[in-house]
Structure formats: C-alpha cells, structure tokens
C-alpha cells in the first residue's frame, strides 16, 4: 500500500509539469494577440509566461546537447554560448510559423525550438 501511495505522490507532482507543455499553436495564438495589443502587452502575464516557455525550451536544448557531449556523442549542433545568440522574438515567431498548422497543435514548444536551433547552428565538420 505505501508503493502505492509514494508511485501515486511521484505522478501527481510530475503530472502539473507534463500539462504545462505548451504546443507551437498556443504559443502563436499567445503571441498575436499580445502583438494585436502592443500597450497592454508590457503588462500581460502571457508576455511572462512566453518568456518563460521559450527560456525553458533553452534550457531543455542545451542539457540535451551536454548530455549528448557527456557520452561521447556528436552533439545535434553547435550553438555559439549562452546568451550570445543573436535571435529575437521575431525569429521564433518565424521559424514557429513555417510548421503546418496540424502538426502546430501538437508540437511542442520544446521540439519547435529544439528543430530551430539545430537548423540554424549545424556543427561544422
């Protein structure tokens, strides 16, 4: 019963961070409307929580290569250091816009992003 009980606490805390996933759709569907609306956008919390979910999708990418580099794999690209990057907000937006509009709705922002910034920085050989 107390495996029960401790497998049951492990998945009510893991399952608020599973449905916090954010699809490409909703992050765009966010954006146009702050956008649509650039005064009350400063004050918004949907301004906070994009910032939020690209700096976690960041996040998340560049563990993922460390961890590649870890175990002696070629990592996925190679991005120059962190907070060197010159891409603005505009070119997320972008690069989320070229995803068909079926496959939006269940990307996730992570993987959009993930797919971006291997596009753009391939590691030289």
Known sequence: MRKVLVGLAGFVIVMPVMAQAMTV?????KADALKANPLLAMTSSDLTLLRKEIATASDAYRG?????????KRPSSCP???GTAKIGSDDIIAEFRKIPVAKGGKTSVNAAFAAFMTRRYPCKA
């Open 80 to 82: 120059p250091p962190k």
């Open 25 to 29: 759709a909703e992050f765009l569907s």
């Open 64 to 72: 993922a290569i460390d961890k590649q580099v870890a175990v002696g």
